[in-house]
């Protein structure tokens, strides 16, 4: 069975600046897609940004990106120029290769992240 | 258009009682999928609906069931409920039988005393 782990379960930063949240997996598989998904306090999971782990290269979104290390399953998200709004709790999650895995996502414990005006 | 939206947004039961919970998927998609997520955690998968049949299925007891309707609305049936089965409940829709991407609701906050 596939795991995600999340290994800080709180992180702060000081608005404008740039913090990365961590993410490691255990799959025997080659084929999966990896997502981070934001959870504000209206609970709707949001996603932010994801990355399919035939590319090699990483996902960018705006402000946010990734740094993808496939052969030591790694997942960390970077953001950037960190704003108020970015607060929030985020989970990394995954996802087995599409044709077999339907909607299913396992996701890690979550990191809350507080942004400090 | 309407996203993903859940009813009703909190509830509260007795242990033993049964609950359900309904969902409207976004418009255009034709799968749902249900989640669990207790306080601190991360979501669990329940189940995933496509074609009014449940296609997946996470280590859930059959105490959680589903349905799924014509109009691909569904609903999360649980029976005798535990007090662990306090958490909040995400319903998720996709298109293209699952392969698109997940859409969440706001979720269902069950408490159950």
């Known amino acids: 069975a596939q795991t995600v782990t999340q290994s800080q379960p709180e992180m702060s930063v000081q608005e404008a600046e740039t913090v990365t949240l961590s993410c490691t997996y255990d799959?025997?598989?080659?084929?999966?897609?990896l997502f981070w998904y934001k959870q504000p306090p209206s609970r709707q999971m949001i996603l932010v940004i994801r990355q399919e782990a035939y590319k090699q290269q990483n996902a960018t979104e705006n402000r946010f990106s990734v740094n993808f290390q496939k052969a030591a399953k790694s997942f960390s998200l970077k953001i950037s120029d960190s704003q108020l709004g970015d607060a929030a709790m985020y989970f990394c999650?995954?996802?087995?290769?599409?044709?077999?895995?339907?909607?299913?996502?396992?996701f890690g414990e979550g990191t809350q992240l507080t942004v400090n005006p | 258009d309407a996203g993903v939206t859940q009813s009703p947004t909190h509830l509260i039961k007795t242990r033993g009682q049964q609950v359900t919970l309904r969902c409207s998927p976004k418009?255009?998609?034709?799968?749902v999928s249900w989640y669990q997520q207790a306080l601190g955690q991360g979501p669990q998968f329940i189940f995933q609906y496509y074609e009014e049949e449940e296609r997946q299925r996470g280590n859930f007891p059959d105490r959680f069931s589903g349905h799924q309707f014509p109009n691909y609305s569904s609903e999360l049936n649980v029976n005798a409920l535990l007090l662990g089965d306090s958490a909040l409940y995400l319903c998720?829709?996709?298109?293209?039988?699952?392969?698109?991407?997940?859409?969440f609701g706001e979720g269902s906050r069950l408490t159950v005393l």
């Open positions: 999650a995954y996802r087995r290769e599409v044709e077999t895995s339907g909607s299913r996502l396992t």
């Open positions: 418009s255009g998609h034709d799968t």
């Open positions: 799959t025997s598989e080659s084929d999966y897609y």
């Open positions: 998720a829709s996709s298109g293209r039988q699952g392969r698109s991407e997940l859409f």
